[in-house]
C-alpha cells in the first residue's frame, strides 16, 4: 500500500526543519509502520553539529519517529483530510548510540492506544540491527473543521461538528445539526430540524428526518433527535414527529440500525438497543433501553417494548412487550418466558434472574389483576427489576402481550 508521505506530512505540525523520512517500509494500517531514513553529510544539521565529529542531535531522532508516528495515524480509514497531529509528550526516552552521517535510520512506531483526541505510540529507531533510540510518544489529534465532500449538497445554515467526513453526494438541508466526529456515508439525505450527536455514523442511502408519512401532516415545524455514538445502516429511515404527536421523534445513545429499518413519527428509542434488518416501528412507539427488535418484526403504533425486552425475528407486536421478556411470532405473539441469557450475558445477577423468572411464573398461571396481587405480596420479589415489571403492566394503555406459546411453538423457538 502506498502512501502520500509529502500530504500526509503537512499535516504533522512543528515539523522542522524538514522531512526526516525517505521511504516507508513495512506497513500495517493503523498498528504498525516503518520507514527508512538515508543519512548524508549533506544533511542540514550535520555542518553545525558537531564540527570535526558530525552527529544527529537526539532530538530530531525523536522528530523523525514523530513525523512517522503522525502517519500512522493521519492514514487511519474515517480521518479527515482536516486532521492535524502534534507532539504533546515525550515519555522513557533512551538513545543508545549516536546516529552518524552513512547510517541508514530505521524507525518502527506501533500503535499502543488511541483515543478520539490522543494516541500513545511505541517508537523505536534501528541503524543497521542495533537499536539506538527509542520512546513513547504522547500525539494530540485534533480533528480540525468538516470534511465536505466536493460533489455533497450541504446547505450554507447547516452546522458541522469538527471531524465530521460528509461523503459523496450527500444531501443536508438548512436545520441540520451534525456534531462532532460524525462520519455520512455516500448519498445520504438528512433534512428537517434535525439534530445527530458526536460520533454516529450513518451508512449509505439512509434517510435521516425527513417529513412523517401520516396524512394528517401538514408541513408544521417538527423534530427529530438523535444521540450520540449511534450506527445507522443503509437504507434506514427516520422520520420526525408530527403536532398530534408532540412534534419530536427521539433516539438516544449507542443503538444500531440495521439495515432498511423504519422508524416513525413520534417514536421515542432509548440507549443501547439493537435493531435488525427490515425491523420497522409504527408511529408512537416507545422502546426503552436495551431493547433488542430482531429482523423483520414490526411493532404496532402507540406499543411500547420494555427494558431489555426480546422481540423475536418476524414477530407482528399489537400490544406492549414486556420487559425482561422473550416476545416472538405473528399474529398473536406469545410470551417465552424471561429473556435469561441476554440478562446474564448483560450482566444480571443470578438473583435477580430467578426473581423475574417467578414473577414471569405468576404471570402466566392467572389473569393479571390476580397475578400482580401475588407478586406484590411475595415477600422474596423485592429486585428493583421486579417492580418495574410490576409498574410496566399497570401503566400499559394497550395491554400487555401475555399470551403462552402452545407447545409445538415452544419446541421451535430456540433461546436467544
Known sequence: ??????????????????????????????????????????????????????????????????????????????VTPTTRVSL?????????????PGDRLMLEVSMVRRRS????????????GQRVAEAELLLAVEPGAAYIDPTADVHSSARLGEGTIVGANCSIGPEVTIGRRCRI???????GWTDIGDETRIFPMASIGLAPQDLKYRGERTRLTIGRRNTIREFATINRGTAGGGGHTSIGDNNLLMAYVHVAHDCHVGSHTIFGPHATLGGHVTVEDFSNISAGSAVHQFCRVGKHGFIGGYSVVTKDALPFGRTIGGRPARIFGVNSIGLARRGFSTDTINQLKRAYRYLLQANTTHALEQIEADPTLTSPEVRYLVDFIRTSQRGVILRRPTRRTEELVADE
Open 185 to 191: 456515508d455516500a448519498s445520504v439525505v438528512i433534512d
Open 88 to 100: 504533546r509528550g515525550v515519555n522513557q526516552a533512551k538513545f543508545r548510540r549516536q546516529v552518524q
Open 117 to 128: 483526541r490522543l494516541a500513545k505510540i511505541a517508537a523505536v529507531a534501528y541503524v543497521e
Open 1 to 78: 500500500m502506498s502512501l502520500d508521505l509529502p500530504s500526509l506530512l503537512d499535516r504533522v505540525h512543528y515539523r522542522y526543519p524538514s522531512v526526516l523520512i525517505d521511504a516507508v517500509g513495512e506497513h500495517e494500517p493503523g498498528a504498525r509502520l516503518t520507514a527508512f531514513k538515508n543519512l548524508t553529510i549533506n544533511e542540514d544539521f550535520f555542518a553545525g553539529h558537531f564540527p570535526g565529529a558530525p552527529v544527529m542531535p537526539a532530538v530530531l531522532t525523536i522528530e523523525a519517529l514523530t513525523q512517522l508516528a503522525g502517519v500512522l495515524i493521519l492514514e487511519q480509514p474515517g
